[in-house]
């Protein structure tokens, strides 16, 4: 499934400063029977996000007004836990194209590359600058270049690189997952079989 291009995002940012977000917390396991991508992210943090009778829990980030945009910024180790791609589905479908942290999980960062979101693995020290910033004005915003694999925060100019594997690279800046991926090249794999002796 083809999903948005990625090149450059400038975005405020959503601050989670919790550190083991784990995708239980993310997706809740009750949440996982659809097997299709959508409609996951009315679930994200489901539990965090509403009390028991379905209201609103008015203290969570994701439900105060100030607090928006395409970034989602975590603390240390984001992701880990199960391995269900759920999570990595919950946060593209709420809107969130890049999540920011100091560690990912293994697992929940190859979800989230093979379906447009980018996990952007920052110091410790820079992740501290981002929380500060956008908590002192959520207006804050970052800009997350893929192409020069840097990300910025804009009001002080403060950067850091990112590292990112060649593959998925070129799959996020051309919209691809991995089967996007060779169909693109799927005169090139023709070419390459009828060329090659048995």
Known sequence: MAYDKFNILTSTAVPLPIENVDT??????????ATERVGFGDNLFRDWRYNQDNTLKEDFVLNQDK?????????????SGSSREHA????????FRCVV???FADIFRGNCLNIGVLPVQV???????IFDAVESDPATELEVNLPEQKITLLPTGESESFDIND???NNMLNGFDDIDYLLNIKK????????TPL
């Open 88 to 95: 990595a589905w919950a946060v593209y479908d709420y809107g």
């Open 188 to 195: 090139d794999i023709a070419a390459f079989a009828e060329n």
């Open 123 to 129: 110091s410790a020290e820079f992740l501290q600058k």
């Open 101 to 103: 942290s100091s560690f």
């Open 67 to 79: 607090f928006s945009g395409k970034i989602l910024v975590g603390g240390k180790n984001f992701g």
């Open 24 to 33: 239980d917390q993310i997706i809740p396991a009750r949440f996982l029977k």
């Open 167 to 169: 593959y998925k690279k």
